[in-house]
């Protein structure tokens, strides 16, 4: 790998370290997004000091070219984040129809002791 590859990898990383935590202090992503993101800051840097190890890996599950390992790697990394997300939005459905139906529920019980109280202000 050369050198101006190795500096643009780490840049790169100082740079999402940076946004990430930007993002963070605003309170725009939770802690446990960030982590995920902060992992992902430490493998691209640790990736640029030691080139070699996508190489043994790459060797070690019958890559023939490095860069057809990062692919399949990022695209298994795609599909295990759009299942989280899946996930997530499944559950967040399910708490807002919970929600739907409590406030519902709610609303009808303060109709109906509005509506007594008005009756017990005629008699």
């Not at 960030?34 to 992992?39: E, G, N, S």
């Not at 139906?101 to 109280?117: A, P």
């Amino acid at each position: 790998m050369t050198i101006k590859l190795t500096l643009t990898l780490i840049i790169f990383s100082l740079i999402l370290f940076v946004l990430i935590s930007f993002l963070l202090n605003k309170g725009r992503i939770t802690v446990k997004y960030a982590l995920v993101w902060y992992i992902s800051v430490l493998i691209i840097l640790i990736l640029s000091f030691f080139p070699g190890i996508f190489k043994f890996f790459a060797k070690l599950l019958g890559f023939q070219l490095v860069s057809n390992m990062v692919i399949v790697l990022l695209i298994g990394i795609l599909f295990i984040l759009m299942i989280a997300h899946t996930i997530m939005m499944a559950g967040q459905k399910k708490k807002t129809t919970l929600l739907i139906q409590e406030v519902s529920l709610l609303k009808k019980e303060v109709e109906k002791d509005g509506k007594s109280n008005n009756n017990n202000t005629r008699i």
